[in-house]
């Protein structure tokens, strides 16, 4: 829905004849489909430009499709692309800002699970909303704004909209438990996680609320122009629950996008609260935002290392979607300095191969990565240019363990050993944490238990993102 976020690289999976006989049956303006492109944005859900022909002249639409086009099915945490444009009609007619949908896509249309809305212009890329001079304006009202528009969504009548009979209701407690659950599928053990999830359950909100939650409300899922907020996307996850999840995640630090200020990268907590009060009516307490927000960095952590799965079985197999499941380290930080901040220490590099290579291989992955880096990035555009971006990060983190993971291992070892009383080797012991964390044998409060998972947390982020905020520590 962005030209910000446009691809230049041509679908072969998208049957463009098919695609071009349904918009000119259902939509009788449309006299041909001119081209085709997709997006650079989106791990989760296709996006593409469409730029279709009428009797005035060329028309912009945007198409949002399931990966490859292969049915999904519905969840718990995932309604549907029919879904997603239904919740989107009843945002527009409350009010909400939203692109007018003009068809769902069915299965005898044979492009698979989408549909087809009004392109609208504006700036979707999170780090331009928050930091570009163009949108200087639209920031001093945005927190604002978002309290507006949220508590707009918290208010659409779910029995009179029909959305009560399509969309799943969780309570905290379930969404907890239903995202652990997904973890502990992935049997990949990260006591972090563990150790999270605990405190989170024993800490419930006292109060069991039931609204239409967007469930994905932040920047980079705003559009924005210079006047603030023209569109709110992306309805894949909405659910029927408590509506201060929405405020907790616009303030999870994964997506403040190089910004300073907990909400969104753009205005303080105490704004949002305010703003959401104002609008709302309802008032949210600290510790009510803080479980959230701690949820948010949780539920990411996990949604990375599930990114890593689909990419190993799922159909979409792009360079991304690895380097997306490294960003699980930075959602793990977040969480120790949002429960037990505190020192830690970080190494400093040696250098790595013994010197009998010619080049190292220290060198081969310097050199692959400025030239995905420069040279590819700036001779393309678009979804190439950002996948190139993408890639170039991922061997600077290779670059970065080759020197660093040693070490680093061999400290986390140490420490549970220690910590455990076990003589055992680094992944059974990692999994006997996670175990004693799960059935409470480990009290949560325990001093050596907090500054294992902290240093753990911050050297494996030092690894995989030196600059992420959180190893200056917590706001």
């Keep these: 829905m962005n030209p910000n976020r446009n691809g230049s690289s041509a679908l072969l999976d998208i049957a463009q004849d098919t695609l071009a006989s349904v918009l000119m049956r259902e939509m009788p303006l449309v006299q041909g489909l001119v081209s085709i492109q997709r997006l650079s ?224 990268g753009i205005g303080t907590r105490e704004a949002l609260l305010a703003a959401y009060a104002r609008h709302s009516g309802h008032v949210v307490s600290a510790a009510h935002l803080k479980f959230w927000e701690l949820f948010g960095s949780f539920w990411w952590a996990i949604g990375c290392l599930g990114m890593v799965e689909h990419y190993r079985t799922g159909p979409d197999k792009t360079v991304e979607r690895p380097a997306i499941g490294r960003r699980t380290s930075e959602c793990q930080a977040d969480c120790v300095n949002l429960l037990f901040p505190g020192a830690f220490d970080l190494p400093q590099p040696v250098a790595a191969g013994d010197g009998l290579d010619m080049p190292e291989s220290a060198e081969l992955l310097k050199s692959v990565h400025d030239f995905l880096r420069s040279e590819v990035r700036n001779r393309t555009s678009g979804r190439t240019s950002f996948l190139s971006l993408v890639a170039s990060n991922s061997l600077a983190i290779l670059f970065r363990e080759s020197s660093l993971l040693p070490q680093h291992r061999s400290e986390e070892h140490e420490r549970l050993r220690a910590l455990l009383g076990i003589n055992a080797d680094i992944a059974t012991l990692r999994g006997e944490l996670c175990t004693a964390l799960r059935n409470g044998e480990m009290p949560l409060d325990d001093q050596c238990l907090q500054s294992h998972l902290r240093q753990t947390a911050m050297f494996q982020l030092h690894i995989d993102q030196p600059k992420y905020p959180a190893l200056q520590g917590p706001e």
Excluded at 91 to 119: C, K, N, T
Excluded at 165 to 184: D, G, I, M, N
Excluded at 221 to 240: F, H, S
Aim: glycine content about 10%.
């Design 41 to 264: 944005g989106g791990a989760s859900q296709e996006t593409y430009k469409l730029i279709v022909e009428t009797p005035d002249g060329t028309q912009h639409l945007c198409l949002r499709r399931s990966p490859g086009g292969e049915a999904v099915l519905s969840d718990e945490r995932r309604p549907g692309l029919a879904a997603e444009a239904a919740l989107m009609r009843a945002a527009r007619a409350a009010g909400v800002p939203e692109p007018e949908v003009h068809y769902v896509l069915q299965e005898s249309d044979g492009l698979g699970e989408g549909f087809i809305m009004q392109w609208l212009e504006g700036e979707t890329l999170g780090r331009r909303i928050v930091t570009s001079p163009d949108l200087a304006r639209a920031r001093k009202h945005l927190i604002e704004q978002c309290g507006a528009v949220l508590a707009r969504i918290h208010a659409i009548d779910l029995e009179a909209t029909g959305l009560a009979k399509q969309l799943t209701h969780l309570s905290p407690e379930a969404f907890v438990t239903e995202t652990y659950a997904r973890y502990q599928d992935l049997a990949f053990a990260q006591p972090m996680i563990d150790y999270t999830a605990r405190w989170l359950l024993e800490n419930l909100p006292a109060k069991n609320l039931r609204a239409l939650v967007h469930n994905d409300f932040r920047i980079g899922n705003l559009m924005v122009d210079q006047d603030g907020i023209c569109a709110v996307l992306d309805w894949e996850l909405a659910y029927i629950g408590d509506p201060v999840r929405d405020l907790g995640w616009l303030c999870t630090r994964s997506w403040r996008f190089g910004g300073t200020l907990p909400a969104g």
